[in-house]
């Protein structure tokens, strides 16, 4: 048995795992490389013993402390090259290699991974080396190297299993930690070397939980997850029609019943594939932007619990999702022609969790009732006087869940001062504004709450209420289509052409009987 | 012992960003951290320029990864300064990589030679700290002295930075609080910085126009004009910005001494992305 043929066991073992352990880095920093580093470092050192003309077992010893120490990757590969180097270092200088000299051997790659670290953290591969270390001193001395091998992957996989516990980061992610899992595949790999055995298989990647898979993060919205059940169903071929729909898909389960899981923007879609084939059952649908949320509070550990939230009044999907991507988590409908009740805005502001609320009423009509919901609200309630949506998203946008919602509001009051917003609408009679007169059917441009264009031609009271916003110097033009809104790709082009400083954002906004809502910053 | 340029060297790695550390300056070195496309690995700006970086940040269809030099690059790096009787190996905080810990490795053993230093900061910030020790060892210094500048940079060396989308940050897992500041549907500009070592939102403002008039804002706020002002700039493929920011520079503060303008290795730029631009400043006044 060479200690080329054992590193060549342990790399084995290694290689067999890698994707597995990489899947399994949250900590310290959740860049899912682990299995990857330590492959590379424990290539690093097989590669080298090839090339090695050494024979006596201390220089051996030394061209392996130095080719571990030349090839880490990677944190988990520093540390193991402490490792490798500590173990190195006690066969190095003693004579037969016994169970005995093994056993000191752990020990010193213990202390020497201890040494390496600044500031030891319990639950990593350092717990798992220590583990093992001390198991080794306990064991049978005389008993057969081999065999001594075997005992100490059972003791690793134990310590692994107890990783959980000492580290909340990886209890909250449902995994043990990643580096002391690699740790031991390569006691797996050495002891089937030193055995004479085959590598064993990697031990299954556990039937990922719908736990573990929500750690992935995903471009999709909504977490669905069904049971489908029915006779003769065909796994893949649900797999294959549900892979469309979305990502992180899981079908486990029977061909009389299978769980579904999927993230996708169709949930609906997802639970038409599951009635056609069968009869649907324990349908849940989760937003999962607040779980990603959640997840990364759990995974840094550093984001302190949410000081204020913002309830918003939107009309509109596009408009919904634009407040949300801003941090609003609790939604009123209503706007021009549909003013909420001071009891809607009340049970909004009283489904969310943080205690203090920043409220958007979004609408001139809506202002009062906001502010009458502030006084009956369970919590404190700072109302900030957006007059229209496009002035509220405008506000939204300096919002910082982290601060409370006094400070929030000051800073957003302060960005409502300097907005200018506009809006076209089409005339629902006949009538006269500002000495306009306006046919039943026209489109009328209003900047600043004033009209300021009337015709049928939509370009022109566009380009008009645009002009108006953009008589002072402004950076930045957001427009918010509305439903069955004209297209105004043209009409973008020659903004940009005529206002050459200023960003022209296009939204789909979604909201009725306004095609288009403005504002300049 | 007296610290001079003659017996005192100063390694930093990569993610400084200065990688004409050592023609700039004899007793530099610049240590490259990896950068992983797939199965294959490039040392930071030896074997990986910016703009070949950025080529293939473009085209590739696995987002790359990075790693921290190995022990042994620091040996061989310390091993070239073997002249010198001290050495400061300045480095990205421990927070943000592991690269310090393969540094303390390496410098274990050289017994008390090697002093590796958590800069806490990134990017041209690590190398205006190497800068600010090089000052002192020019005219003479002491590893108290060191010692005590590296806590005022600390505490008061001020970092700015504005990404075009967080999706870099988050896919590396340095992100931090920033995590919540997300907004990519309306070009909103997070503003950043680095507090203990983690990545900290400040605010967020919508378009490139009014993240340069924020940078404007806070730099003008926490700086006052003078020679001992000295200010750096990076980007990741944003000549214009770090430009435009040079000139407020020195319109709001003709004094000051832009001692570094760079662009964002591939390190750097794996974790931030394209279109990042940062500006630091240090007022080096004791």
């Known amino acids: ?521 | 012992m007296d610290l001079t340029a003659q017996n005192t060297a100063i390694v930093v790695d990569s993610t400084a960003d200065f990688p004409e550390a050592a023609e700039r300056f004899p007793n530099w070195r610049m240590v490259p951290l990896y950068v992983r496309f797939g199965d294959e690995s490039y040392r930071d700006y030896v074997e990986l320029g910016p703009h070949d970086f950025y080529e293939r940040l473009r085209v590739a269809p696995i987002p790359p990864t990075t790693s921290q030099p190995t022990p042994g690059d620091f040996a061989a790096a310390y091993a070239e300064l073997a002249g010198y009787e001290r050495i400061f190996s300045v480095h990205i905080p421990q927070t943000l990589s592991g690269t310090i810990q393969s540094a303390r490795v390496a410098a274990e053993e050289l017994g008390d030679k090697v002093r590796p230093i958590d800069s806490g900061t990134a990017s041209a910030a690590i190398a205006m700290l190497g800068f600010a020790i090089q000052r002192r060892l020019e005219r003479g210094t002491t590893d108290e002295e060191v010692d005590a500048l590296v806590d005022r940079f600390k505490e008061r060396a001020g970092l700015l930075f504005t990404v075009d989308t967080l999706e870099f940050l988050q896919r590396g897992g340095r992100i931090g609080r920033a995590a919540k500041f997300a907004g990519q549907l309306l070009n909103v500009k997070p503003i950043l910085t680095i507090e203990d070592g983690e990545v900290v939102p400040l605010k967020r403002v919508r378009g490139a126009a009014k993240a340069f008039a924020e940078f404007q804002r806070q730099f003008t706020g926490e700086t006052a004009d003078g020679e001992s002002l000295r200010v750096g700039i990076a980007h990741a493929e944003a000549p214009d910005r770090a430009e435009q920011l040079r000139k407020m520079v020195v319109g709001e503060r003709p004094h000051a001494e832009v001692e570094i303008v760079t662009t964002l290795g591939a390190v750097v730029g794996t974790h931030a992305g394209p279109g990042t631009v940062g500006l630091f400043w240090f007022a080096d006044d004791a």
Do not use: W
């Open chain 1, 1 to 521: 048995m060479t200690g080329l043929e054992l590193a060549r066991g342990a790399l084995a073992s290694l290689e067999q795992s890698r994707q597995r352990i990489d899947d399994l880095n949250v900590y310290p920093v959740p860049d899912g490389d682990t299995g990857t580093n330590l492959t590379l470092t424990c290539r690093a050192i097989v590669e080298a013993l090839e090339g090695s003309t050494a024979h006596d077992q201390a220089a051996i010893a030394k061209e392996l402390t130095r080719a571990a120490l030349m090839g880490a990757r990677g944190n988990s590969g520093v540390i193991l090259s402490q490792i490798v180097r500590g173990f190195a270092e006690v066969l190095g200088e003693a004579g037969a290699i016994d169970t005995p000299t093994l056993a000191r051997a752990f020990r010193g790659a213990s202390d020497a991974a201890y040494r390496a670290v600044r500031r030891p953290v319990e639950g990593t591969m350092l717990t798992v080396i220590r583990e093992v270390a001390e198991a080794a001193e306990r064991s049978d001395s005389t008993r057969a190297p081999a065999a001594f091998l075997v005992s100490l992957v059972r003791a690793g996989e134990e310590s692994l299993a107890r990783t959980q516990d000492l580290l909340d980061v990886l209890r909250d992610a449902g995994v043990v930690d990643a580096g002391g899992a690699g740790l031991v595949e390569i006691l797996r790999g050495l002891a089937a070397t030193a055995a004479g055995e085959p590598i064993p298989e990697a031990p299954p990647a556990p039937e990922l939980s719908i736990d573990a898979i929500h750690q992935e993060l995903s471009e999709f919205r909504y977490c669905t997850t069904f049971v489908i059940e029915g006779e003769g169903l065909v796994r893949e071929e649900l797999e294959r029609e549900l892979e469309r729909l979305g990502d992180s898909l899981l079908v486990v389960g029977d061909p009389t019943a299978y769980k579904v899981h999927v993230h996708t923007d169709a949930p609906g879609d997802a639970l038409a594939i599951g009635t056609t084939r069968g009869t649907i059952a324990g349908v849940e649908i989760a937003n999962m932007h607040t779980q990603t949320h959640g997840r990364e509070q759990r995974l840094l550990h550093v984001v302190p619990d949410l000081v204020s939230e913002v309830v918003a009044v939107v009309v509109g999907e596009g408009n919904r999702k634009l407040f949300e991507s801003l941090g609003a988590t609790s939604f009123v409908e209503g706007g021009q022609t549909m003013n909420p009740s001071t009891a809607d805005l009340v049970a909004a502001v009283e489904r969310t969790g943080a205690p203090e609320i920043v409220l958007l009423p979004n609408n001139s009509n809506v202002i009062m009732s906001a502010e009458q919901a502030a006084t009956l609200a369970g919590k404190p309630v700072e109302v900030v006087a957006s007059d229209s949506l496009q002035a509220g998203l405008a506000a939204i946008v300096s919002f910082d869940p982290q601060r409370g919602a006094a400070e929030n509001a000051t800073e957003m009051r302060e960005v409502l001062d300097a907005v200018a917003t506009g809006e076209v609408t089409v005339a629902s009679r006949d009538a006269q504004l500002n000495g306009l007169a306006v046919p039943k059917g026209a489109y009328l441009g209003l900047a600043g709450g004033e009209a300021v264009s009337v015709g049928d031609d939509f370009a022109q009271v566009v380009t008009d209420v645009v002009e108006r916003l953009l008589a002072e110097p402004r950076g930045i033009l957001t427009m918010l289509r509305g439903e069955d809104a004209p297209d105004v790709d043209a009409l973008v082009a020659a903004i940009a052409e005529r206002h050459p400083d200023v960003e022209v954002d296009v939204q789909d906004g979604g909201q009725p009987h306004y095609p288009l809502l403005l504002s300049a910053e």
